[in-house]
């Protein structure tokens, strides 16, 4: 087992040709491949509702297979648990499942019930950065979801600790922002993949600054792979219930969101100071 620490931002339209120009990436391509992901849950979405995540990847001729179980944190800045292992022949292995304690948990009775769900296939570029204060893999990820004969894009900047200071995820991020119009986003591909699959997408309620934060940042999330403006509406919303509790940033977010064009560099890092604050109060 090991802990994943990472920051995930939805690049806006423009965002991949710009993050190519950055100096800190200008190096060149430290790896690219294509990445195959089948995800895995029971007819129920039972390892949904426990948080969980099931998946495998195939890597060029390799198949590898990954349980993320529940994690903390928002603002596009999550730490999870993270097993991961190769398998032969692409092939879920139940019997390794079997001795993850988060399967234990679930009972024995869910391990018969996986069945494939849905589908992710995207091209990742990474590039391995060694920063003064950690060391950072930056992974541009292209490509698209597939669920019940509905597809949606990828177009999303993971930027993932190795070794280090987590601080300095946000430190990257700001930098990448400077010149690249991004945005923090909380749904990982699994959640997008089974939102697409059911047709419908789920909003955590809370009243907390935190709470507030994510439900505007995963209604973006919802709003970017629907286009349905109700769900930009929400994230206006949000952003305005947390301005009352006198958060300036969260008042000019909510402002921007009114233009057709609000994904800026204005946005990005407006909405990056605001999640960093939160998530160190």
């Known amino acids: 087992m090991s802990h994943e620490i990472e920051m995930k931002l939805a690049l806006g339209e423009t965002g991949p040709e710009r993050l190519l120009q950055h100096p800190f990436l200008r190096g060149g391509v430290d790896e690219a491949q294509r990445l195959a992901n089948t995800y895995f849950d029971t007819p129920a979405g039972e390892l949904e509702t426990a948080r969980m995540a099931l998946r495998l990847r195939r890597r060029n001729d390799a198949w590898v297979q990954t349980l993320k179980a529940s994690g903390e944190g928002s603002g596009g800045y999550s730490r999870r648990r993270e097993w991961e292992w190769p398998v032969a022949g692409g092939s879920l292995d139940r019997t390794g499942l079997a001795t993850l304690p988060p399967m234990a948990a679930l009972g024995e009775g869910v391990l018969a019930r996986l069945e494939p769900r849905f589908a992710t296939d995207f091209e990742r570029r990474a590039w391995h950065l060694e920063l003064a204060e950690a060391t950072i893999e930056v992974a541009l990820d292209q490509g698209e979801i597939r669920a019940a004969g509905r597809r949606v894009p990828i177009h999303e900047l993971e930027l993932e600790l190795k070794d280090g200071d987590p601080q300095a995820l946000w430190s990257l991020a700001l930098a990448f922002a400077e010149t690249v119009p991004l945005r923090p986003a909380d749904a990982s591909k699994a959640v997008r993949g089974s939102a697409l699959l059911n047709g419908q997408w789920k909003l955590p309620g809370g009243t907390a600054k935190s709470e507030r934060l994510h439900r505007a940042i995963l209604a973006l999330d919802a709003f970017t792979d629907t ?28 402002a921007m969101l009114e233009r057709a064009d609000w994904l800026d560099l204005d946005f990005g890092r407006t909405s990056l100071r605001l999640a960093h604050r939160l998530a160190s109060s």
């Open 227 to 254: 286009g349905d403006d109700a769900w930009k509406a929400t994230a206006r919303e949000a952003l305005e219930a947390l301005a009352t509790e006198g958060n300036a940033e969260a008042s000019q977010l909510a």
